[in-house]
């Protein structure tokens, strides 16, 4: 599918990667007790749940399958709605495991060499070759844009209370835009940028008034996923 980047998706996912990795590299052990935009976690869960989603990311690319494609880079995102019970004991299985690393520079390292494994795994990989993960079969290309849109919503929830912490790429960014673009089946607001755009879409903030009023009736379908 078109995933509204020029660039290739692997690119995509390296940029979106190297971005959110120079945020956790330059954290200390007081720092990853913040908050962040995550209900009830703090940036430490935060960077578990990110490594997690790396770890997925080797390994899906690492085994291909044969099933047909189910998802694109879009559609994929249709499963995941917030507020659900799901999501619920996701947040306390995080919780409790991120609980575990008593030196934040221990989850620090993982977390900085498994990402930096999975941006070489998806330079290697075939963007066309079909891959699974969390239940479904997409190509490794469009696996690739959803790990970059993951990575970039939550380096906007990592940073909350990190005023002076790097923003994430623009390649992220617009691979996000793309894909709540393609959920909403329309443009978004003109006047949004890229980062407001990611919070609404994906329920970090609430519409206004006078957004909800410019949507019309598309704006009962925010959050477009969570």
Do not use: K
Not at 46 to 63: E, G, N, P, S
Not at 141 to 167: C, Y
């Amino acid at each position: 599918m078109d995933s509204g980047n020029a660039v290739g998706p692997a690119r995509v996912l390296r940029a979106a990667y190297e971005a959110a990795s120079a945020v956790v590299a330059d954290l200390g052990d007081e720092e990853s007790w913040l908050p962040t935009a995550c209900t009830g976690w703090a940036v430490r869960d935060l960077v578990f749940h990110c490594l997690h989603d790396a770890q997925r990311a080797l390994v899906a690319l690492h085994t291909p399958v044969p099933e047909p494609v189910d998802r694109d880079a879009v559609t994929y995102w249709q499963d995941w709605r917030p507020g659900t019970t799901g999501a619920a004991s996701g947040r306390r299985w995080v919780r409790v495991n991120a609980s575990m690393f008593l030196d934040f520079r221990q989850l620090q390292g993982l977390y900085l060499e498994t990402l930096a494994a999975a941006v070489r795994a998806a330079d290697a990989a075939d963007p066309a070759q079909r891959v699974g993960t969390q239940g479904h079969v997409l190509t490794a290309g469009d696996l690739m844009i959803t790990l970059a849109v993951e990575a970039t919503v939550h380096h906007l929830d990592l940073t909350v209370r990190l005023p002076h912490a790097p923003g994430p790429a623009p390649e992220g960014l617009a691979a996000v835009r793309a894909t709540l673009d393609g959920l909403l089946g329309r443009p978004a607001l003109p006047q949004w940028s890229d980062a407001h755009y990611a919070r609404v879409g994906t329920g970090r903030a609430a519409l206004t008034e006078a957004e909800r009023a410019r949507l019309g009736g598309a704006a009962d379908r925010f959050p477009l996923f969570g």
